[in-house]
């Protein structure tokens, strides 16, 4: 079985400033995907970045990257340049392989102040 | 290229009536999703679709839960009869195959049962 961990429920960060969310995951497969989704109040859920575990290289898109520590399995989204239209849930998601399901942690709320 | 159509986005029931949920995924992709979020949770998977197939059902409380995906297509997702805790946002996805990590996923129906 696998399990991702959100622990952080909140968090605030300054518009224009750096704010990191954590997340920690579980599984027994070796190659996988992580995903941090963000779910503004529309609701649509919209996939921010992704990682392949049999990369090395950190994954990054624009104003966003991620610390991907495979040993510790540990993989956190940062977000650079802060900006209003950031304001929202982010899940952490980990799909084990073909024919799996797609994990999701309980996410975590993040607002922009201006 | 349009994405996952869901209808309708609010539904507002009394416990112990029928709902039904549409969902049009983006074309040529042969999986379909439905999932449930609850308030302040990330989405957890109920179905999944290989084309007309449901090939992993096993979240799905089949007492009062129902889906179909005629002709690999359009799905539908049924609830009857509706209990209070039934309330919660019922989102579809889809992506090309069940091999494919991307998941695209609608808007979402938010659904009250009172």
């Not at chain 1, 859920?45 to 991620?66: H, P």
């Not at chain 1, 040993?71 to 929202?88: C, R, V, Y």
């Not at chain 1, 797609?102 to 102040?113: D, Y």
């Amino acid at each position: 079985a696998q399990t991702v961990t959100q622990s952080q429920p909140e968090m605030s960060v300054q518009e224009a400033e750096t704010v990191t969310l954590s997340c920690t995951y579980d599984t027994s497969e070796s190659n996988y995907y992580l995903f941090w989704y963000k779910q503004p109040p529309s609701r649509q859920m919209i996939l921010v970045i992704r990682q392949e575990a049999y990369k090395q290289q950190n994954a990054t898109e624009n104003r966003f990257s991620v610390n991907f520590q495979k040993a510790a399995k540990s993989f956190s989204l940062k977000i650079s340049d802060s900006q209003l239209g950031d304001t929202a849930m982010y899940f952490c998601a980990l799909f084990p392989g073909a024919n799996s399901k797609l994990t999701f942690g309980k996410g975590i709320t993040l607002s922009v102040r201006p | 290229e349009a994405g996952v159509v869901q209808s309708p986005r609010y539904k507002i029931i009394e416990k112990k009536q029928p709902v039904a949920f549409w969902c049009n995924p983006i074309s040529g992709h042969n999986t379909l999703y439905w999932y449930r979020q609850n308030l302040g949770q990330g989405p957890e998977l109920l179905i999944r679709y290989e084309n007309e197939e449901a090939v992993d059902d096993s979240q799905l409380p089949k007492d009062r839960f129902s889906a179909e995906r005629l002709k690999g297509v359009d799905s539908t997702l049924k609830i009857q009869p509706a209990e209070l805790g039934d309330s919660a946002v019922y989102l579809c996805a889809s992506s090309l195959s069940s091999g494919t990590h991307e998941q695209y996923f609608g808007p979402g129906t938010r659904l009250t049962v009172t």
